[in-house]
């Protein structure tokens, strides 16, 4: 048999894993002056030994093989070329990423954070082309975690309010695609834990606008995994969120949007009273009638789910305008109950006579109002009262 035969018979060797980043379908993270594995500029070189020599652990934190500068480059480059093809060999890639991960846990106790997480990555691509779709999540969710930390490390040492925010976009990308990995396996629960992690140290960062996004990701996917109560949790979350930036408009969607759901999980669950169902809807009620009477939209813009909520407590209505009964009463359009039916007495006549002295540009009376409100309210619920006497003392004239 000749030599072409041979090569004619022989299987042809596996693909060897690219750099993270080098494919389409992988997240979006830019490595400084890197095009591939194992290929590092010197500027890059350069970094890694001050890395090396640095840090807590410095040389007596170095593993076995490794000298006491630290030199991570070389152990990089190592791993790297037991990746690259061999003639009748196969690639060990399950070894390579067992390296990748001990190479970057050193470079994580060396405070190094970056660069762990881009090992991370390469582990990553490892599993991936092993086909093991829960240890590539979690080589991705752990690089994500590693870039905020690095986010939140140079915004304490630094001084920096808003950051650099490349470490942040390459977490989000990271993060994105280890939930759309956990989504492929038929797991929204643990993809939803992804963007709440994410939101969570987003809003730490003091970026709530882009927390807020991934909290309406997570609410929609928890709500696909049947579980209502903390889908309304994320809403609740992600309204507070959009407070914090200003963007009333969009904290009042998203509070409509969970009284919407937990008005759902209340009849779901036979109308029981009591429980985290009432206790969201009586939240989300009081927290929407501020809203409305600090944003007071027009008649022609005013939605009807919001025109409903407003009939409630006008003293013009029957009954106040939410007395229960079989229908719902007047209150209850939208398929939500009256609001004087899980709204505290003393809570829903001081929001009525709120309401009233709004529609009359009454200060004096809000005033009165907001001291007996004060300790019936939450302090977002309290600053959004102060808001709203505030912009009848001082009108805005261009609207919030």
């Known amino acids: 048999m000749t030599s072409r035969d041979v090569t004619a018979l022989a299987p042809p060797p596996p693909r060897r894993p690219r750099d993270p980043g080098a494919d389409a379908d992988w997240p979006a993270v830019h490595e400084p002056a890197r095009s591939r594995l194992g290929h590092v500029s010197s500027g890059e070189q350069a ?11 410095g040389a007596a934190g170095s593993g076995p093989g490794l000298g006491g500068d630290g030199d991570f480059l070389s152990r990089y480059r190592l791993v790297s070329a037991k990746l690259r093809r061999r003639f009748l060999r196969k690639p060990n890639v399950a070894e390579a990423a067992e390296q990748f991960a001990a190479l970057a846990r050193e470079l994580r106790a060396q405070e190094s954070l970056p660069y762990a997480a881009w090992c991370q990555l390469a582990v990553a691509r490892c599993a991936q082309s092993l086909f093991h779709g829960p240890a590539e999540a979690a080589a991705l969710a752990e690089a994500a975690r590693l870039f905020l930390r690095q986010e939140r490390d140079l915004r304490q040492r630094l001084g920096l309010r808003g950051g650099f925010g490349e470490h942040v976009a390459a977490a989000q990308s990271c993060g994105a695609f280890a939930a759309r990995l956990h989504l492929e396996r038929g797991q929204p629960a643990l993809a939803a834990g992804l963007c709440l992690e994410l939101a969570a140290a987003l809003r730490d960062a003091g970026l709530p606008s882009r927390a807020a996004a991934h909290l309406q990701r997570a609410a929609e996917l928890l709500t696909a995994a049947r579980l209502p109560l903390e889908a309304l949790r994320c809403l609740a979350e992600r309204a507070s969120c959009l407070l914090l930036g200003r963007d009333y408009a969009g904290a ?8 919407g759901l937990a008005a759902a999980g ?10 985290a169902f009432m206790d969201m809807l009586a939240r989300c009620e009081v927290s929407r009638v501020l809203l409305l009477l600090l944003l007071q939209p027009p008649p022609a813009k005013l939605l009807p789910e919001h025109a409903r909520t407003l009939e409630q407590y006008c003293w013009e209505a029957p009954e106040g305008g939410a007395g229960p009964g079989p ?32 529609q009359e540009k009454d200060a004096e009376a809000l005033k009165a109002l907001q001291a007996e409100l004060w300790p019936l309210l939450s302090a977002e619920q309290n600053h959004l009262l102060h808001l709203v006497l505030q912009e009848m003392l001082s009108p805005a004239g261009q609207g919030l």
């Not at 970094?47 to 807590?56: A, E, H, K, R, T």
Request: aromatic share 4%.
């Open 327 to 358: 229908g719902g009463g007047p209150g209850a359009g939208g398929g939500l109950p009256p609001a004087a039916s899980y709204l505290p007495a003393e809570l829903f006549l001081l929001l009525q006579s709120a309401v009233l002295a709004c």
């Open 47 to 57: 970094m890694l030994s001050v890395v090396g020599s640095s840090g807590p652990g």
């Open 266 to 275: 209340l009849s779901g669950a036979g109308g029981a009273p009591g429980g």
């Open 252 to 259: 009042l969607a998203a509070l409509t949007r969970a009284q």
